[in-house]
Antibody, heavy 123, light 107 residues
Framework: QVQLRESGPGLVKPSETLSLTCTVSGGSISSNTLYWDWIRQSPGKGLEWIATVFYSGSKHYKSDLAGRVTISMDKSRNQFSLRLRAVTAADTAVYFC???????????????WGRGTLVTVTS | DIQMTQSPSTLSASVGDSVTITCRASQNIIHWLAWYQQKPGEAPKLLVYKASSLESGVPSRFSGSGSGTEFTLTVTGLQPDDFAIYSCLQYYTYPFTFGPGTKVEIK
């Protein structure tokens, strides 16, 4: 059974960098049929897709975050990570990591999710 | 970026009712739309993918339809466990975008 678990600091100061890691168990992140996403949800708000990474190194980002965000993979640890620079209070959210797969040649939406981790930006 | 809207934002219903939620995309996304259910403190749960394909294990009272720019999620015969927030997601093109969500609450 695939499981994802987010980890990282729960508090980050304004202007600093938010760093989160997603540890994947029950499957390899190096598969050529899997994509790995970060998604967040601000308190009381809707879901917001942030970034995705593929085993080949291909990456895509939300347009208005592209200048501050980096997604990466550590295949040796079966983890992928998110770094968000110059955070403000608006970046306070529950951050989820998630998996997407290719099935029968078609891309599926995120189906396995971590439980989420709350990151609060505060001085 | 593709903008996703949902209506209504809140829906009050009773157990046994049938409800329909609409999701609209700002441009043609063909059928690359998913529906999620989310309860407080939990991760979203995938219900429907490719507009009308029911995810494995999801009760058949959930159904999705639509194509192009307009999509619907219908729950036929609401159960107590169905009171939650429902969100759509377009995964046709990056950046992926979610709708703002529809809260289905008990009348």
């Amino acid at each position: 059974q695939v499981q994802l678990r987010e980890s990282g600091p729960g508090l980050v100061k304004p202007s600093e960098t938010l760093s989160l890691t997603c540890t994947v168990s029950g499957g390899s992140i190096s598969s050529n049929t899997l994509y790995w996403d970060w998604i967040r949800q601000s308190p009381g708000k809707g879901l917001e897709w942030i970034a995705t990474v593929f085993y080949s190194g291909s990456k895509h980002y939300k347009s208005d975050l592209a200048g501050r965000v980096t997604i990466s993979m550590d295949k040796s640890r079966n983890q992928f990570s998110l770094r968000l620079r110059a955070v403000t209070a608006a970046d306070t959210a529950v951050y989820f990591c998630a998996r997407r797969s290719v099935w029968n040649g078609e891309l599926r939406p995120p189906d396995y999710w971590g439980r989420g981790t709350l990151v609060t930006v505060t001085s | 970026d593709i903008q996703m809207t949902q209506s209504p934002s809140t829906l009050s219903a009773s157990v046994g009712d049938s409800v329909t939620i609409t999701c609209r995309a700002s441009q043609n996304i063909i059928h690359w739309l998913a529906w999620y259910q989310q309860k407080p403190g939990e991760a979203p749960k995938l219900l429907v993918y490719k507009a009308s394909s029911l995810e494995s294990g999801v009760p058949s009272r959930f159904s999705g339809s639509g194509s192009g720019t307009e999509f619907t999620l219908t729950v036929t015969g609401l159960q107590p466990d169905d009171f939650a927030i429902y969100s759509c997601l377009q995964y046709y093109t990056y950046p992926f975008t979610f709708g703002p969500g529809t809260k289905v609450e008990i009348k």
